[in-house]
């Protein structure tokens, strides 16, 4: 928090955020009041509180994850961008219950993140695909229904409807050994969206998929997440995907892993999910977006920069 | 000639093309690829007897009637009709009667229902040995410390040769009685057969039942799914690629084992007396003697062969994610 480097920014509650921004005006309208995510309390869906996470290796400890704090709204759909090795995937991790911080707390919906686990408050997708081989496209879709009792002929309705939506229904009988990479990672959305959580993490999950697919299902899961209502945690190497999908975007710096800034998006709370549509990629606001963030990513910290840094604000 | 291979090459390409590009036919494709390389694994195999029958015959006509001997010791058989009895011979015996009397079976048939005895023996052997050995794989799965204080022991257990005690373990179990169970002689080949084959059971099994991946073992984590769960849907089928061949040593240790330990408790009915028993009759009816010897070999085949139909079943158990 000390670090100067927007520590303090990061906090999501900040208020006064939308004043800063204004120079960004191509958002015309939804701009005004708001960049903050609606946070009435006891919607908190991820409250990460002054979280480090150190591994102690056989050669010494390396600090993932340093001083972070990041407060996530239910219903808001957070990127998390960085260059490889500033723990995103760490973060990810403490959220979903998989790893333990070293110092500070990580609550989901206002409870310890090993009870929201328990709970069964999120789906994950992680980075690879991590289908299992013997299953087909459909029982794989199926597995967290299986395994918390859902009925067998709701389960088959409600993976048809998952496979459906990411377009693989041709597919359902085939095993994963028989379907190319970004066909698994889909099958792997699919089965992480089954039980409708209210909570989605999602650890690059399009990096596999050509570039057509992507935004494809870049829309769908703007769809899916505004239909369901769902928070989503979403960790990306892509600026644009960060910008066209996010609330705001959670900028992390590497050794030890900080956060940088968090950029909020230009779009306003009412809009902000049906917005987004393929137009949006081509606006001037859009790139002003993708600009700030990789200003925020490559540039200096925001408030030596001068002129610029106010101008990514 | 050439006007044949004209006619031919475009049939076949016409036929690949087809076939490439749909679903389906790619599966049929793969099907009939299948069944051809099992045609002729089976055709390479038939080619191995008849080779080794040929060598058989080959050694019998040219080497020398006293076999090869280096340096005192013979390195080569004789080749006596009494030591390496003709391949006709003895496939001949096979059809004939076992003993001259009139009511005798012939050869095949006494070899095939002592074979069918032993297979039985084996088969509980193997069976106890399954049960053994992967309830001691979950033990040692579950709880490392066990793996720690039982893996040794497992490994030393071996080192024992249980079968040179058969005749102790039959005469322990002799005393066995309890109600109205009273302990069989066969019982204590197949106890025997079983030491042999939970071994590279239990280890097989630790091994799979370890094998699955971290990001499925926290993708169970995720659902919150506890230990029999993550058993029934993660370990055992991710173990299957590692049990098949572990079952298919079990099945081979307890068919040796039974054959062995018939031999040594000197139990009646099984392979491994009629093995002893036509061994002795051997310089009267040399080629008799090889009766059960090929009775213990398809014995051998059968029992691995029918594992092997498990791994035919569990087939898609032994897929891996990456993409083909
Ligand atoms: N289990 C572990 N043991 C030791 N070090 C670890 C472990 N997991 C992660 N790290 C270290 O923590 C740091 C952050 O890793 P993390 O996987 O979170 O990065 P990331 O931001 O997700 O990178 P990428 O974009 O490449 O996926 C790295 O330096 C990594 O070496
Ligand atoms: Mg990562």
Known sequence: MTDGDGGLRSDAGGGSRPASRNPDAAAAGIRDGAGAPPQPAGTTAVEVRGVDKIFETTSGHVQALDAIDLTVAAGEFVSLIGPSGCGKSTLMRLIADLDAPSAGTVSVFGKTAKQARLDQEYGIAFQSAGLLPWRTVAANVALPLELHGVASAARSGRVAELLDMVGLSDFADRYPDQLSGGMQQRVAIARSLAEQPRLLLMDEPFGALDEMTREKMQAELVRIAAETGAAVVFVTHSIPEAVFLSDRVVVMSPRPGRIREIVPMRLGVDTRRAARTEELREERGFFEMVTAVREALHGETPVTAGPRGVETR | ?324
């Open chain 2, 1 to 324: 000639m050439t006007g044949t291979a004209d006619r031919v090459a475009p049939a076949e390409g016409g036929r690949v093309s087809r076939s490439a590009p749909g679903g389906l036919d790619t599966r049929r494709a793969t099907r009939t690829t299948k069944q051809s390389s099992q045609i002729a694994a089976m055709v390479w195999g038939a080619v191995g007897i008849v080779v080794i029958a040929l060598i058989w015959e080959a050694y019998k006509l040219l080497g020398p009637s006293d076999g090869v001997v280096i340096a005192g010791a013979r390195v080569l058989p004789r080749t006596t009709d009494l030591a390496m009895p003709h391949v006709w011979d003895m496939v001949g015996r096979l059809a004939e009667p076992v003993t001259r009397s009139p009511s005798a079976l012939p050869l095949w048939a006494v070899v095939g229902l002592a074979a069918l005895t032993t297979l039985g023996i084996a088969a509980a052997g193997w069976l106890v040995g399954v049960i053994v050995g992967i309830g001691l794989a979950l033990v040692m799965q579950r709880w490392r410390i066990a793996e720690w204080g039982l893996l040794p022991w497992i490994v030393i257990s071996q080192t024992v040769p249980l079968i040179a005690f058969a005749p102790v373990v039959k005469s322990w179990g002799s005393r066995v009685e309890i109600g109205a169970f009273e302990w069989q002689d066969w019982m204590s080949v197949a106890l025997i057969a079983s030491y042999l084959a939970f071994f590279p059971i239990a280890i097989g099994a630790l091994k799979g039942l370890q094998s699955p991946d971290r990001i499925h073992e926290e993708l169970m984590q995720t659902y919150a799914a506890g230990y029999w769960p993550t058993l029934v849907k993660l370990r055992f089928p991710a173990a299957v690629p590692y049990l098949l061949p572990a079952l298919r040593l079990g099945a081979a240790n307890a068919v040796v084992g039974a054959v062995v330990a018939e031999v040594s408790t000197g139990l009646q009915g099984g392979i491994g007396r009629i093995l002893i028993q036509f061994a002795g009759q051997a310089s009267g009816d040399p080629a008799k003697a090889w009766g059960p010897i090929f009775g213990a070999i398809v014995l051998g085949l059968v029992a691995a062969g029918s594992v092997a139909l498990l791994g035919v079943i569990l087939k898609n158990y032994r897929r891996t994610e990456e993409a083909a």
